[in-house]
């Protein structure tokens, strides 16, 4: 007498097997954050304005190219990293929508920029 499960095992395996196929193929097509770097030497940004797509989630990766700590801080962006001397800092960005979003370095405010999204 053949049970329930014996009758289903082979019904069982292909559903995994189409589920692991579906979930490997939506997983590899997962949209990457992009990626903008910008560097700090003598208390200013460089570039000045950078850009980056709108909707998207976004990685800053902030070089601080001086002998001093600087803190990148954007009130729009709901942003504050210190950044020690020689080091880089790396800032996960929600997707944001179209428009200019400015930061500073709050230990040295001369050093301003923006990120442009569009």
Not at 56 to 64: E, G, M, P
Request: a positive charge.
């Amino acid at each position: 007498m053949r049970t329930a499960f014996t009758i289903l095992k082979p019904v069982v395996g292909v559903l995994m097997l189409v589920a692991t196929m579906f979930g490997t193929r939506a997983s590899s097509h997962a949209q990457q954050p992009d990626a903008v770097a910008i560097s700090v030497r003598g208390h200013h940004f460089q570039p000045a304005e950078v850009r980056a797509p709108a909707n998207r989630s976004l990685v800053l990766r902030v070089k601080n190219l001086d002998a001093t700590p600087m803190e990148f801080e954007s009130v729009s962006l709901r942003v504050e990293k210190v950044v020690a001397p020689g080091g880089e800092g790396v800032i996960n960005i929600r997707p944001l929508a179209p428009g200019r979003y400015e930061f500073i370095d709050d230990f040295h405010q001369e050093a301003r920029g923006a990120l442009i999204v569009q």
